[in-house]
């Protein structure tokens, strides 16, 4: 074998190791960015959660106060 047919073939198993491990990488990635997207849903779905609860137990102390509001203006009429 001639040394250019060598670096040749060197050369090419090269570049098709770097295609795998582009390929492998490019699906680690992927997965990678998946599991960052549901975890950040999670955590939105959360907060929105706990800023529903919030805001029913304020409505529902406005809604208190409201009433005794008008109670004390029906006392007074």
Same mark, same amino acid.
């Given at each position: ?29 992927? /997965? $990678? ?5 549901? &975890?950040?849903?999670? =955590?939105?779905? !959360? *907060? %929105?959660? +706990? /800023? $529903? ?5 304020? &409505?529902?102390?406005? =809604?208190?106060? !409201? *009433? %005794?509001? +008008? ?7």
């Amino acid at each position: 074998m001639m040394i250019t047919d060598v670096l040749h073939r060197t050369f090419v198993s090269g570049l098709a190791a770097l295609s795998v491990y582009g390929v492998f990488m490019g699906y680690a990635v992927h /997965r $990678e960015t998946l599991a960052k997207g549901r &975890e950040y849903m999670a =955590l939105k779905e !959360a *907060e %929105a959660k +706990q /800023r $529903e609860q919030t805001t029913a137990e304020e &409505e529902a102390k406005e =809604l208190a106060l !409201a *009433e %005794a509001a +008008q109670a004390v203006f029906r006392k007074g009429s």
